[in-house]
């Protein structure tokens, strides 16, 4: 994802998980760098069905650099994930500023 326009979301579609394992949270990782002047920050997103839940607003620099959040819940229902819930998530990140 390369942009300059502040609330810009890029969202991903995820392969399925196999074996229908114990689904205890979801955990996002955006690894990101700025390329330009001015401070940059941003934060994954999550979309479950029609809700989105957002991580934690990080600012960026001009190295790589991995940011996580772990989500507990489904934004969606407010309750534990399902698997058919995680299978059919869409995750991604936003330029905050």
Sequence with gaps: MSCATPSDIDLYTLSPVANSPLILAV??????RQD?????QIKS?????????????V??????AGHSDIFVSDPNTGSSWTYGAVNALQVGAELVT
């Design 27 to 32: 955990q996002s990782i955006v690894v990101a």
């Design 36 to 40: 330009d002047s001015g401070q940059r």
């Design 45 to 57: 997103v999550i979309k479950s069905g029609t809700a989105q839940a957002t991580g934690a607003v």
């Design 59 to 64: 600012n960026t620099n001009g190295s790589y």
